[in-house]
């Protein structure tokens, strides 16, 4: 019963955000982004969208061009500890309940016993292995239901909520406000397209033929009289940096009108340069993780994403200043 | 000007198509599929939809799971020839006359000299060259302002009819019927799908987010001050047979509810078998070219397409008994 009355919830914030958003969009008096405290990011998003969708004002932009693309992780909801990391954990704890041989074996037991010295020694395939052991060999029906129980059950380790609830309050709210808008909103993700899909409805919205990810291969196999996609365990697209505005050509053929990622490792900086590429209007935002009380402070070794932001004059979110909550809970 | 009547002509089509199934949706007195002929076929797809639509009814599916995918070439408009294959011949003679060399160079000069006894001896490499040297090399606004102009002067070689006329009536009708009873059409096709993507909202009322096709990879540049997405003239993925259930998992994540194919090369099979594993209820479409008067008449060599169809029980469509007219002018 957890399992359903967490994802009710999660559900439910994001219909109320729509409804704040759908009667907004007919009252201007209503403020459809309560989330976000009043300064030059809220005014910049609303004086967008409003110019956009300004019909016949200069920079009037038709519903079927309105394509907005969202990082998710660190973007929409928290990315510390990353949450596809967290599952790739618990498959793991399960699967070595199953098989105790795999606490002597490589590379599980580096990722079980946390060891960032081997993990990080052996790099991608090492990952990629992991990768393919926890979200590989099994139908697409039993992925789902694994993802589904273990969102509703599983907490963060830290900010004492459970998983349903890590999403951004004030990024629902923008989501709402930009689909009361006719944009359609999308995902552009580093994390894989299956996992964000089992979720991406409930916590935000967002419909499986919207969310975009890394994926693994997969092939049509005759399986006990039943064509079903297998995942073969290799990677096929690893959705990240320059990948990101090939993937939104090949899942949309348009450059997206709004795009906003996050700081962290620059891996947003190719989307936000794409959009911006766009003929006409278009905006980008950045989120800045500068909120170590209500959530979390990190930044860029680099420091790239914020140059970027600096000099293409994307806005950047402070999640300190710009956010009046953080969480639909807290 | 003509270019601008002949695609106007287009979407007047599918206007009309819209505003009648619209209203049939709303009265059921008014036929949905007016260049559909009464009989077995027509009956199995109203009943389908109306089954699938029913509140309350043992076969309900809820409007996110109405994913509908239909081949392009031989199932929405004609292919006997290959549109896109007439555009890559349009594209080589304006190339040869910019520069004459090309007709003594390989494959330049088979294709230009239809020479089929070359062409198949050396398969696809020559035909990937043939793509390359007329489909990248330029950015995507020169690539789709080439296409529209191909499509919207051109006309077909033997029926009489400009290449924005070449679209099946029938079809037309189905895809607004389908969506007015909430179902999403896709395209997931052969063909290339930033060519298909020019021209889909004109012909089909597909935008461009919802056509899957062949493509080419491509690279995120700086040219010129801007981020531009170039070909690189490799192909990346060829969307037929098998491959196609695993594009329309990448882009929808959703077994399709209604599969609509065509006989000539087995190249639906694959699409029409995933759609049919789908937990509940589905339905698959194969359409036949059996009209030589209206259309053509052709098979294939092996006779697969059709023997899955009995196999499985998927609709056969029979163009010259199922469809009262076939081209929206004629």
Request: proline share 6%; aromatic share 8%.
């Amino acid at each position: 019963m957890r399992t359903r009355s967490v994802l009710t919830l999660a559900l439910a914030v994001v219909i109320t955000a729509s409804l704040i958003t759908a009667c907004a969009a007919s009252d201007p008096s209503v403020d459809p982004l309560p989330s976000w405290n009043d300064g030059e990011v809220k005014q910049a998003i609303i004086h967008f969208v409003t110019s956009v969708t300004t019909k016949d004002g200069p920079d009037f932009v038709p519903p079927e061009q309105r394509i907005a693309t969202f990082d998710n992780d660190g973007t929409l909801w928290c990315e510390q500890p990353v949450i596809q990391g967290m599952f790739l954990m618990y498959k793991l704890e399960r699967m070595v309940k199953e098989d105790p041989s795999l606490r002597a074996k490589q590379p599980f037991k580096a990722a079980l016993e946390h060891d960032q010295e081997y993990l990080q020694a052996e790099g991608m395939p090492a990952m990629l292995e992991l990768f393919a052991a926890t979200h590989a060999g099994m139908s697409q029906e039993e992925f789902e239901a694994e993802v589904e129980e273990f969102i509703a059950t599983g907490t963060h380790p830290t900010l004492d909520v459970s998983l349903g609830q890590v999403v951004y309050k004030p990024m629902i709210e923008l989501l709402a406000y930009l689909r009361a808008n006719d944009f359609k909103t999308y995902i552009c993700s580093g994390g894989g397209v299956d996992f964000m899909r089992v979720v991406s409805t409930t916590l935000y919205g967002i419909p499986p033929e919207q969310v975009m990810g890394s994926s693994m291969k997969k092939e049509l196999r005759h399986v006990d009289g039943r064509w079903v996609l297998a995942r073969t365990g290799e990677l096929d697209f690893y959705n990240d940096k320059e990948m990101k505005p090939v993937n939104i050509d090949l899942h949309t053929g348009t450059r997206p009108l709004f795009a906003m990622g996050n700081v962290r490792s620059g891996g947003d900086i190719g989307m936000l340069s794409y959009s911006q590429g766009r003929d006409g209007p278009s905006l980008q935002l950045l989120v800045n993780h500068d909120d170590e009380e209500r959530e979390f402070a990190y930044a860029e070794p680099d420091n790239a994403s914020l140059n970027a932001a600096k000099a293409s004059g994307w806005l950047v979110v402070s999640m300190q200043n710009d956010w009046e909550s953080i969480f639909p809970l807290r």
